[in-house]
């Protein structure tokens, strides 16, 4: 089974920056995606990236602000979080297959 570990969440203030990654433990031959959930709210998929990164998915929500990529050399997913908003405030999860990594917190302050 895949190990997911996600790193690079942080306390910015609103219409900053933050650029999360993702290492897999080994080889990822399919989509991967990056979802999040704010306490008392449901969880959203955030993005999505097909294995050879000619296909994306935003929500609505981030579109023109987020940015997903991977590095399949190095077993790599990151998601570049732009003009971040109070409400982007939430754990950020790496998703491949059914497995998730452990979240980081990204958290947004006016």
Known sequence: ??????????????GG??????AASRYTNNSMGWFRQA????????AAISYHGRATYYADSVKGR????????????????????IE???MYYCAYDDRRGQGTQVTVSS
């Open 1 to 14: 089974q895949v190990q997911l570990v996600e790193s690079g969440g942080g306390s910015v203030q609103a």
């Open 66 to 85: 987020f940015t997903i990529s991977r590095d399949n050399t190095r077993n790599m997913l990151y998601l570049q979080l732009n003009s971040l908003k």
């Open 39 to 46: 306490p008392g709210k449901e969880r959203e998929g955030v």
């Open 88 to 90: 982007d405030t939430a």
């Open 17 to 22: 920056s933050l650029r999360l990654s993702c």
